[in-house]
T-cell receptor
């Protein structure tokens, strides 16, 4: 049973579009991290959220932690080709698992 | 600054052969993780060490897999005998702070192909 479900699995958009990806679980998280992985490389941390309702911004990326700390979202404004990659959420709960991932392709 | 260093980057071997993957964590980091990534199963935690001691190896698929961390600067993941279903990218990651909230720093991975 996958602890963290991410949606959508795949997303292909044009440059300049906005998008939101989600990370959901039936369990409460003590903390949650978002990583981005580019082809041929390991994941790189984007942000850590620890407080229910917390919102963090990283340039065009906005991260939100659900009030109940069971879900999180990542919103990208005006996506660029450089945003292409696999987006992964990770929790420290139980087995320190990563989510199923959202593969994003942004075309020029 | 040197990041997490993994070797080899690519390994092609035949079924039944022994495979050893190596990892050098970032100096000063006290936690080390081995992950396996496939398209079907995503990124799976195999085992993690804290201060060179294995804390949880329940993700290790079976007895064919073993991992060691003889000192703070080196870890190995061994598969013996290897099988085609072991084909995947194996990542090593290290962390400096608490296991639950610390940032993971990943190596570039070792791509294993078992024929």
């Amino acid at each position: 049973t996958q602890l963290l479900e991410q949606s959508p699995q795949f997303l292909s958009i044009q440059e300049g579009e906005n998008l939101t990806v989600y990370c959901n679980s039936s369990s409460v998280f003590s903390s949650l991290q978002w990583y981005r992985q580019e082809p041929g490389e390991g994941p790189v941390l984007l942000v850590t959220v620890v407080t229910g309702g917390e919102v963090k911004k990283l340039k065009r990326l906005t991260f939100q932690f659900g009030d109940a700390r069971k879900d999180s979202s990542l919103h990208i404004t005006a996506a660029q080709p450089g945003d292409t990659g696999l987006y992964l959420c990770r929790t420290g709960f139980q087995k320190l698992v990563f989510g199923t991932g959202t593969r994003l392709l942004v075309s020029p | 600054d040197a990041g997490v260093i993994q070797s080899p980057r690519h390994e092609v071997t035949e079924m039944g052969q022994e495979v050893t993957l190596r990892c050098k964590p970032i100096s000063g980091h006290n936690s080390l993780f081995w992950y396996r990534q496939t398209m079907m199963r995503g990124l799976e935690l195999l085992i993690y060490f804290n201060n060179n001691v294995p804390i949880d190896d329940s993700g290790m698929p079976e007895d064919r897999f073993s991992a060691k961390m003889p000192n703070a600067s080196f870890s190995t993941l061994k598969i013996q005998p290897s099988e085609p279903r072991d084909s995947a990218v194996y990542f090593c990651a290290s962390s400096q702070t608490g296991i639950r909230t610390g940032e993971l720093f990943f190596g570039e991975g070792s791509r294993l192909t078992v024929l």
